[in-house]
């Protein structure tokens, strides 16, 4: 592919050069809805590109990993969204359903300005839905500038923003990039610092501060949190029970913080892709979460007037 500029854009003050291998969203998107791996890149050609030059380029912003993207309804926020996943993420967790997007290297190069375009191109779509883009992963929060320049982007475009984040790299958000998000979709993975470190093998409270520190704007965002609920690792009662107190303290810090809290049952869709990578698949023998145990989960978290689901 030969090497391409960057098209001025109005958040890019001026064009610079790309890696010759950035990719040119060009193909059809494919958004099976009931698809929650992503549509992949399919169709996208990559060349080799020297080392430094893909690095400046995504210290800067102007390149990202990405592994898919989709369109989706009623999924990843409210409306119609397109959600591109990014790889790279510092968790492990057991449960994971994508482990094809946890290393950063396994990503596809794509433009900021190619993503930007395509996320134009639904504008319409978003403002009939009540949508907009999701920023997911991996962890968007590994790739910050590249983020910081589609939530600018779309913003500048009139598209409601989201991101979905465990938080364990909130840091990684300057107060600039959230006052472009609308909505973060906050993973707390358990309430308990020990069984956290058992699901992801990190530590609980950078997930925790990020949280007080986006309930802690004046300007929002609005916050959806999400909760994994495996039997046997996430349903201990007080395990719960932390996490629906933390979530009810975030709108008392600011009310109306949390709108509402996703109590997401376990499944083993991914297992196969773990199979795949070779990697140990530790849950293969656990069953999904019965009816009784989700409803006792999600009345849990209702009982602090949490609107949950």
């Known amino acids: ?14 064009p610079s050069r790309l890696p010759d291998d950035a990719v040119r969203l060009e193909v059809p998107l494919q958004a099976p809805a009931h698809r929650r791996t992503g549509a992949g890149l399919d169709g996208l050609t ?28 009623a999924v990843d926020g409210p409306g ?15 449960y994971c359903h994508n482990p094809d997007t946890l290393a950063m290297k396994d990503g596809q190069p794509v433009t900021s300005d190619e993503l930007l375009a395509r ?9 009939a839905t009540g949508g ?21 982007g779309a913003k500048e475009l009139g598209i409601h923003t989201a991101i979905d984040t465990s938080g364990y790299l909130g840091a990684a958000a300057s107060d600039a990039m959230l006052d472009d998000v609308d909505l973060v979709l906050l993973d707390v993975k358990s309430g308990d610092p020990d069984t956290y470190r058992t699901v992801t093998g990190r530590e609980l409270e950078p997930t925790l501060t990020f949280g007080r520190r986006l309930a802690a704007r004046a300007e929002g965002p609005e916050v959806w949190i999400r909760y994994v609920l495996v039997p046997g690792l996430t349903d201990d009662v007080d395990n719960v029970e932390a996490v629906a107190v933390y979530a009810a303290s975030l709108n008392e810090v600011r009310p109306g913080t949390v709108t509402r809290v996703e109590v997401l ?6 297992r196969d892709k773990w199979d795949a990578l070779g990697r140990d698949y530790q849950l293969a023998d656990t069953e999904p979460p019965s009816v009784d145990l989700v409803d006792r989960v999600r009345a849990q978290f209702r009982a602090h007037d949490l609107l949950t689901f």
């Not at 592919?1 to 001026?14: E, F, G, Q």
């Open 1 to 14: 592919m030969a090497a391409t500029m960057l098209r001025r854009h109005p958040c890019n003050a001026v």
């Open 132 to 152: 907009g883009i999701t920023l997911s992963g991996g962890e968007v929060l590994m790739q910050p500038a590249f983020a910081a320049r589609i939530l600018r």
């Open 265 to 270: 049952p376990f499944h083993q869709m991914g």
């Open 80 to 94: 119609t969204r397109l959600t591109t996943f990014l790889s790279g993420c510092p968790l492990q967790c057991l």
């Open 46 to 73: 990559v060349s080799d590109v020297d080392h430094h030059e893909r690095l400046t380029a995504m210290r800067e912003g102007r390149l990202g990993s990405v592994h898919s993207w989709e369109l989706v309804t």
């Open 119 to 127: 996320i134009a191109r639904y504008t319409a779509v978003f403002h």
